[in-house]
């Protein structure tokens, strides 16, 4: 059986960047022509730790999820990251929906996350 559906999901560790997130979208492109490709934007974690939390790194967080999102490099984005947001502040994961450590979601933040994948991609 061969794959017909990919999907790109990295991470900015504050030492990566737009530059590194796109040659690897381009490498996937190239590796799976005919394929279709989707990718989520990378999620709020301002309370991540002081790795991620640094100007550049935050930086780069929103660079990448521009880039995602209006490069038309995808046949599908998935925009976890205004699924779980604080609409006050972006960067953060709404407080009902985090588990408590600023970057990862807890399970009603997981449902939303899920229900802003569309499976008809």
Known sequence: MAATDLVLNLYVDGKSGLATYSSQAAELARIAPGNHAMSPVL???ERAGPRMVTA???????????????????????DVARAVENPQAPDYIRPDL???DGMHPNDKGAEAIAAAV????
């Open 98 to 100: 985090d588990s408590g």
């Open 43 to 45: 999620p709020p974690a």
């Open 56 to 78: 550049a790194a935050l930086a780069t967080r929103r660079a990448v999820n521009d880039w995602i999102r209006r490069a038309g490099v995808f046949d599908g984005v998935f």
């Open 118 to 121: 569309d499976l008809n991609l």
